[in-house]
């Protein structure tokens, strides 16, 4: 396992759609267990490929005890709403803000062996999770900033 290095909100990565993991190869599982050892490194509870620089759809979360290895994730139904302060590994700690996020969702996932998963999130996975699988479409937390009257 290595470290990788995390890009910034300044690279143009960042905002580009990633494409679908088509193999689940020893590449991917060696990405991921770089991505878990960068993302304990560097004291965060979620990190998404783009963030390391490769634009694939896969994303990991370690959030409330729950980790998981998210490839060409889908959220297939998202409950109630949560609003709650965010940050990134990818953004300087100033911009962090309040941003409102469901309170539940099932997600649909395969695993990094190429099995398909469902599982249930709620409250900070559920939180993580949305983030994450914003990384994927070019989406920073910052611009689903929640403005309060
Ligand atoms: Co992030």
């Known amino acids: 396992m290595a470290l990788r290095r995390i890009f910034g909100e300044d690279d143009e990565i960042l905002r580009k759609r990633a494409r679908e993991v088509t193999k689940f190869d ?3 599982a060696c990405l991921l267990d770089d991505m878990k050892e960068t993302m304990i490194n560097a004291d965060g509870i979620g990190l998404a490929a783009p963030q390391v620089g490769l634009l694939r759809r896969a994303a990991i ?4 005890g729950v980790y ?3 490839i060409n994730p889908k959220i297939i139904k998202a409950e109630g709403e949560q609003i709650g302060v965010e940050g990134c590994l990818s953004v300087n700690p100033s911009k962090n803000c309040k941003v409102l996020r469901p309170q539940e969702v099932l997600l649909e996932a395969y695993d990094r062996h ?3 998963y469902r599982k249930e999130l709620k409250d ?3 939180r993580a999770c949305c983030h994450e699988l914003d990384h994927l479409e070019g ?3 910052y611009d689903r900033k929640h ?3």
Not at 61 to 64: E, G, V
Request: net charge negative; proline share 0%; hydrophobic share 50%.
């Open 147 to 149: 403005d309060e009257e």
């Open 68 to 70: 998981l290895e998210m």
């Open 139 to 141: 989406i920073l937390f």
């Open 26 to 28: 020893d590449k991917l």
């Open 124 to 126: 900070l996975a559920a």
């Open 114 to 116: 190429g099995k398909k």
């Open 61 to 64: 979360i370690d959030a409330d």
